[in-house]
């Protein structure tokens, strides 16, 4: 099939769909850092290619993801042209506690509750961690829409999940990249959490 065409690198075969979707994933995290627009389409280029790799992998999960992903990231796209700021670009903030542990009791209900549906469909072999990497993404760009600089924890769980589980799936450069996305990741945060702050000390400051 024409999703499954690509090149061999080091012995590994890689799919075009594989290595354009993750390329345009990696300037997806890159774009978001610097809170551009862009952030959005290029998602929805990168979610109909990885959309094609997972199912061809039996990864219901992470393919059910990418459906997911695409319609937040229509709202992302909305949120944030909303949303924007003359001085510091789209506007950010620290979540609350109350946010906090909301963002946590919905990550391990919905981990729990998909995994359960995964393995009673079928849909994927390792249900769990795929399970966990889907509901991850979907809170992260979830708060990603919204200015909640958290997101970036979020993600840093799902490339704690995703790597083991991309190599155990022969998606050796998706791997990779997960590892590369976990250093954008940290930067990202530190970005964004210095930004909140500018933007909370701006708006307690005297007019």
Known sequence: MWYELGLTIFGQKIAYTELVGQVLALAVVFLAQRRSLLTWPVQLVSVALLFTVYLSSHLGGLATRQVVVG???????????????????????????????????????????????????????????????????????????????EFWLVWLVVDAVGVPLQIQSGLYFSAFVYLIFAGLVIHGFWDWNRTARRLTQAAKSPV
């Open 71 to 149: 319609l937040i990231a229509v709202y992302g796209w909305y949120a944030w042209v909303r949303r924007r700021d003359p001085v510091f670009g789209v506007v950010v903030r620290k979540g609350s506690w109350r946010e906090r542990f909301a963002v946590a009791g919905v990550f391990v209900v919905g981990t729990v509750a998909f995994a359960l549906v995964l393995d009673w469909l079928d849909a994927s072999w390792a249900p769990w961690p795929d399970a966990a990497i889907f509901v991850g993404t979907v809170l992260a760009f979830a708060l990603q829409g919204l200015g909640l600089v």
